[in-house]
């Protein structure tokens, strides 16, 4: 297989240097904990060696540092994601479970040489990461045949069609085909070369996925999912991990949660929570707890009328002056612990949506039923990528982040959603 050349935007060593884990690791242990501890004990190793505080606090924050490297770069990998956003949530949280750690077994410790550390390795981490290449320099090649137009018309993105079997002379090359295509035996042939040449070869519905975080859904297929059932291992022990948060955090939330309803019920007449028949976790219905943000309305009969009056529109009157802040916070759904606790609800995963709007969903979608898979969550891909939907066009396109969600049901996108979930009420965006 020959190949052809296109021109190609140099990049610099340098930079396509620091982009590896490889080295952006040794780099934050360096001069994010080592030199550091170096300075602070000046010089003298005799004096590091014999303070239990200074040997604790040493590995402590490199066993951190590793743990917050690496999972800030892997949460930046999925679509729509910033590696650089999530570096101080990442080495925040592992420092926050280390120091509760050691405060937890009583081990001695050095407050001054973590504080040190932590500022020190996220320096570092913000360096490099204004210093490396953007993630997304590929440039796609693609193969003529079957859907494979698709990427050009959907995506905003660099495509250059390959009319002819050759390979491209090109470092950022990724061939994109319709794999399940009936391509003549030279395409063929010239896929199995670029694979041995190093050039990766993808269906052109990986390639959309990654770039969106959906997953196209023609129809429910394990092709497209991989598996129609998530990891059973993983369901598991989020379920452990949720009651223990839950559990965790009640104490602390007590307070805050009784000084919200107090100021709910003064705000409008009527009761401090919400609740609604939503559909769950395998299609099981669920009364969803929530703060109650809107006004009491009559009640409605009809069920043209019970579906509009599930969806909350732009700028929608009912919402209440308090209602309004507690949605852009996030804060209403605080009460939905109770619901994890009952086991009908997770922190994270698809949300539940009332029962008027899931059955209109399901006669105009089809296979909708499958996001009951997983329970559903407090926040979720969808929430942090879309926001808040109404119309049928747009609930549609959620079920693709839900898909997407399922498909790769796992620690780390579940870490990621906390992370955005986190910039999201920040910002204060996505709410209605």
Not at 26 to 40: A, E, H, R
Not at 166 to 189: G, Q, S, T, Y
Not at 218 to 225: A, G, M, Q, V
Request: include cysteine.
């Amino acid at each position: 297989m020959k190949a052809i050349d296109h021109p190609v935007q140099p990049a610099h060593k340098w930079s396509q240097w620091l982009a590896l884990l490889r080295v952006q690791l040794p780099l934050c242990l360096i001069f994010g904990v080592f030199v550091p501890v170096f300075i602070l004990a000046r010089g003298n190793l005799s004096v590091i060696s014999s303070n239990e505080a200074i040997v604790v606090s040493t590995l402590t924050a490199t066993i951190v540092t590793i743990v917050g490297v690496v999972s800030a770069r892997k949460f930046g990998t999925f679509p729509g994601s910033v590696g650089v956003s999530y570096i101080f949530p990442a080495m925040a949280i592992t420092y926050a479970i280390a120091l509760l750690l050691i405060l937890f077994i009583r081990a001695p410790y050095s407050g001054v040489l973590l504080s040190v550390t932590f500022v020190c390795v996220l320096t570092t981490r913000f360096v490099i990461g204004a210093l490396e290449p953007r993630r997304d320099t590929n440039r796609y090649y693609l193969v003529p045949g079957g859907d494979v137009e698709r990427i050009r018309e959907e995506l905003e993105t660099v495509c250059v069609i390959l009319n002819e079997p050759l390979l491209p002379n090109d470092p950022r090359a990724i061939i994109v085909a319709d794999l399940h295509h009936d391509h003549l035996p030279e395409w063929e042939r010239a896929f199995a070369v670029a694979a041995l040449n190093g050039v990766g070869v993808y269906h052109y519905k990986q390639v959309w996925e990654a770039r969106t975080g959906k997953v196209r859904i023609e129809h429910l297929s394990e092709n497209s999912l991989g598996s129609l059932i998530p990891s059973n291992s993983y369901s598991k022990g989020k379920r452990l991990f949720d009651v223990v948060l839950t559990l965790a955090v009640l104490p602390i939330l007590f307070l805050p949660l009784l000084i919200t309803g107090l100021l709910i019920r003064l705000d409008s007449p009527g009761p401090m929570f919400f609740r609604q028949e939503r559909i769950g976790y395998r299609g099981h219905q669920f009364r969803v707890l929530k703060f109650r943000t809107m006004r009491v309305a009559e009640p409605v009969s009809a069920s043209g009328d019970l579906v509009d009056a599930a969806i909350t529109k732009d700028d929608d009157d009912r919402i209440t002056r308090i209602g309004r802040f507690l949605r852009q916070t996030r804060i209403d759904e605080l009460p939905q612990l109770y619901n994890i606790l009952r086991g009908e609800m997770s922190w994270i995963g698809p949300r539940p949506e009332a029962q008027p709007l899931s059955e209109w969903y399901e006669r105009e979608i089809p296979f909708y039923i499958y996001r009951h898979i997983v329970r559903p969550g407090v926040t979720g891909w969808a929430q942090v990528n879309q926001g808040h939907v109404a119309g049928i066009s747009e609930v549609h396109d959620k079920l693709r982040f839900d898909f997407y969600y399922i498909k790769n049901f796992s620690m780390w996108i579940d870490l990621a959603i906390l992370f955005k979930t986190v910039l999201v009420v920040i910002r204060g965006i996505g709410a209605k």
